[in-house]
């Protein structure tokens, strides 16, 4: 882990899931995934959009700054299908799916309208993948990706 994410991670727990710097005042959640080929369990922060209607889910962006592919953690989540997430001081199973079309592209409106770093990021690559983490058992939580 590099000491960018460790730093952002201890933050995380020891404010209640609150962070500083780049990320002060964004809901940040830190998702939990295993390595597709190597199998080592990683941690990585993120930001998140909650969704309206269903307090059970929430939405993360496969957006790696806008480089022109997913970063890791995108490829593991939707290779494994399951993963876990951190939000405020709650940690849950999340399932995996992708969203996409109309859905895809409201959530990710949504979300670049707080956040227009997410706009410059589409701006430099083909797209950014959206994700949908719903809390609960691993049967019924769902990260869309």
Known sequence: MNDWNAKTIAEFRANEG????????????????????SGREYVSPMM???DDGEPRTIYVFASKAGAPTHPDW???????GL????????TYPVRVSELAGQERDRIYEEQSSRY???????????????????????SSAILAL
């Open 116 to 138: 227009t770093a997410l706009t410059e990021y589409a701006k430099k690559t083909a797209g950014v993948a959206r994700s949908r983490f719903s809390r609960g058992d691993a």
């Open 83 to 90: 993963g876990h997430v951190e939000v405020g001081t709650e």
């Open 48 to 50: 998140y959009l909650a």
């Open 18 to 37: 609150r962070v500083g710097g780049a990320f002060e005042g964004a809901a940040i959640t830190l998702v939990h995934h295993r390595g597709r080929k």
């Open 74 to 80: 995108y490829y593991n989540l939707k290779s494994a």
